[in-house]
């Protein structure tokens, strides 16, 4: 079994349990190997600033769903390639990605934000997902359905 995400120097082999042990400030990097989490999908609902980065456009990564209740939570990708089946950005959740390439994991990938969760994208950031699904505005970022969602948005 691959190692596929490390915070600091302590290793995790599915990026499940990564986001379990991640704590407030930390960074998880996704390594770049042949393997796929497309079938799980996980809810982050811990309150802080958390940063995912890593070049892993082999890794099929599972759904991410930002969700906090009671807090703020704020995950920014920043500086990465990665394959993702689905980001959602729902209560009090912010995503920022930031000079990073996101491409699609499945055929039914989907960008959303919804209730009052927002994705800001900057910087030479570019996000490839054919979606499905409904349609969300909220925030700096439209989230499409049934279309290709490819956008390159350079704010410097």
């Known amino acids: 079994v691959d190692i596929i ?3 600091d120097s302590v290793y995790f082999y ?3 349990d ?3 042990a991640v704590e407030d400030g930390q960074t998880i990097t996704i390594m770049n ?3 796929s989490e497309v079938g799980t999908e996980l809810e982050f609902s811990k309150t802080g600033t958390f940063t995912i ?7 099929k990564m ?3 769903t ?3 209740e009671t807090g703020k939570t704020v995950l920014n990708i920043a500086d990465a390639t990665l394959a993702m089946a689905e980001i959602d950005a729902r209560k009090n ?3 920022n990605v930031v000079d990073s390439v996101i491409t699609g994991a499945n055929g039914d990938d989907i960008v959303k934000a919804y209730y009052n969760g927002v994705i800001n994208v900057s910087g030479e950031s570019e996000i490839d997902t054919p979606s499905t699904g409904y349609t969300a505005y909220n925030g700096s970022l439209p989230a499409f359905s049934n279309s290709l969602f490819m956008f390159i948005i350079d704010v410097s």
């Not at 980065?53 to 890794?59: L, S």
Request: proline share 7%; net charge positive.
């Open 33 to 35: 190997k042949k393997g």
């Open 14 to 16: 599915t990026v499940e």
């Open 5 to 7: 995400a490390r915070i």
């Open 18 to 20: 990564a986001l379990k």
């Open 66 to 68: 930002v969700n906090n």
């Open 53 to 59: 980065t890593g070049y892993a456009p082999d890794y």
């Open 93 to 95: 959740a912010t995503i």
């Open 62 to 64: 599972p759904i991410i």
